[in-house]
């Protein structure tokens, strides 16, 4: 039986260099851009730890909906530390990524972070966030 240990969209936070306004709506996080000229950007979410013996992390899962936005890259961070990175996604939907096995992805007791690299097509567009989750 699989665990997932996740945060809601609400959860969202935006990256320092960002212009990105994020608003909670209905359970989730609206995100659109703010500037015509920063399109890009990062979005961050701590994960809940995994059980003690549990450690090893599987697969990451990013539920989401997007008008003309797009998830480009997905980085996965055991303290400050990334230990698994996937660009060029080109996702317009809800999507799950198989993190490496071998060697495997293992929690030592220091927090977990997933960020989301998001490509807006333009002013108007924006995505909309439910969760954000690690299987063990």
């Not at 003690?52 to 909906?65: E, M, R």
């Not at 008008?67 to 980085?75: D, G, H, M, P, R």
């Not at 303290?79 to 198989?98: D, H, V």
Request: proline share 6%; hydrophobic share 40%; glycine share 6%.
């Amino acid at each position: 039986m699989a665990t997932w240990l996740s945060t809601h969209g609400i959860g969202a936070i935006k990256d320092s260099n960002s212009s990105f306004a994020i608003v909670a709506d209905k359970g989730s996080a609206l995100v659109k851009p703010t500037d015509p000229n920063a399109l890009s950007g990062w979005i961050h979410f701590t994960i809940p730890s995994p059980p003690v013996n549990n450690p090893n992390l599987k697969v990451v899962a990013i539920d989401f909906s997007s008008q003309s936005a797009n998830v480009e890259a997905v980085a996965v961070y055991l303290a400050n530390i990334q230990k698994y990175k996937e660009e060029g996604l080109q996702r317009g939907q809800s999507f799950t990524l198989s993190l490496p096995s071998n060697p495997q992805v293992l929690y030592q007791g220091k927090g977990i972070s997933v960020s989301i690299l998001v490509q807006f097509d333009n002013i108007s567009s924006n995505l909309r966030l439910q969760s954000v989750g690690i299987q063990v």
